[in-house]
């Protein structure tokens, strides 16, 4: 894979944004074990609740993706209707997160929660202590926190950037699954398409912007990863606009991060025929509520699906 051109030198680092080594606090090799002991004892009292689907394979343009069918969402969602839950005020349940779903933490500014609803095994939470809007850019901090992560086990990264992107909660967070997805024959379903020359997979048929990155700088590896990230966002004409809170998007994206590359998409809608899209998505993983939805996505064609909510790439193959 090429990716895409590198911005060089790395730009200085903002003020007040600049963690160093000092700031992580998650001991090297550790976060496994500690994910799963605090799954098993959040299980035994009831805080965390696992949620069964029935898993399928839909094969479209080269990839298989992996459908779940989440019963648990259509029955969330008539309770939630039932309860008047839209004229109920908005609960941050990460200010601070259920102590009983907290892992513990990754560096001074984020912390691993559990995810309460788990359909995915080992699935995190990398959330900021105090609040920061999910609208926000993400920062070295935010990298920091992620990277640390991705080192301690095959995994991926991702972050839905605001409602539109299938963000659920305005409290900044990053999520990390682990790799291969449970069920998946590969690592990633996606893999097959991710290549070509500089910010364009050639095979992709939706809008997005991918990088690799380049042989860290001895020091640097979050500051490049940063870089990456904006450099793929301005590719985008995803800027960062002036606010209370710091930098805010200009538009809503997914991104997905790896060890060693990136792909960010640009969001033009949040559902597909009320079929609610997020990051792992554009990884090959989609979420259903029933047997219908999966046929309709299986009718459509997954990559048609992503197109709809992505708007058109430069897919020549």
């Known amino acids: 894979m090429t990716g895409f051109p590198f911005p060089t030198p790395l730009p200085a680092a903002v003020p007040g944004n600049d963690p ?53 969402l259509r029955r969330k969602a008539t309770a939630g209707s039932a309860r008047g839950d839209a ?4 609960v941050n349940p990460f200010l601070p997160p259920e102590p009983e779903l907290t892992v513990g933490a990754i560096s001074r500014s984020h912390l691993a929660v559990l ?10 939470l990398i959330v900021t202590r105090h609040f920061e809007d999910q609208q926000s850019l993400l920062g070295v901090a935010d990298f920091q926190a992620l990277y640390a992560c991705l080192a301690e086990y095959p995994a991926l990264g991702f972050y839905n950037g605001g409602r539109i992107a299938g963000a659920s909660q ?64 301005a590719d985008l004409g995803i800027t960062g606009e002036p606010s209370a809170e710091g930098e805010r998007q200009s538009a809503p994206y997914n991104l997905l991060v790896a060890a060693d590359w990136m792909l960010v998409v640009p969001r033009v809608a949040e559902c597909w025929q009320a079929i609610s899209i997020n990051a792992l998505a554009f990884a090959g993983s989609l979420f259903v509520r029933d047997r219908q939805q999966l046929e309709r ?19 020549s193959g």
């Open 20 to 72: 160093s080594d000092a700031d992580l606090l998650l001991s090297p090799g550790s976060l496994a074990a500690l994910v799963d002991e605090r799954t098993r004892a959040a299980i035994a009292c009831g805080a965390l609740h696992r949620i069964d689907t029935e898993q399928c394979f839909v094969d479209d343009g080269g990839v298989r993706f992996l459908v779940r069918v989440v019963s648990s």
């Open 170 to 233: 305005n409290h900044k967070h990053l999520q990390l699954v682990p790799l291969p997805f449970d069920g998946a024959a590969t690592g990633l379903p996606m893999a097959p398409l991710l290549g070509g020359e500089g910010p364009r997979c050639s095979r992709l048929p939706f809008a997005h912007a991918f990088g690799r990155l380049p042989p860290v700088v001895a020091g640097q590896p979050v500051q490049a990863a940063h870089a990456l990230y904006r450099a793929l966002l």
């Open 87 to 90: 004229a109920r005020p908005a």
């Open 115 to 124: 995810n309460k609803f788990n359909v995915l095994e080992r699935h995190l």
């Open 297 to 315: 996505i299986r009718t459509a064609g997954p990559l048609r699906v992503l197109q709809a909510v992505a708007g058109n790439g430069g897919a």
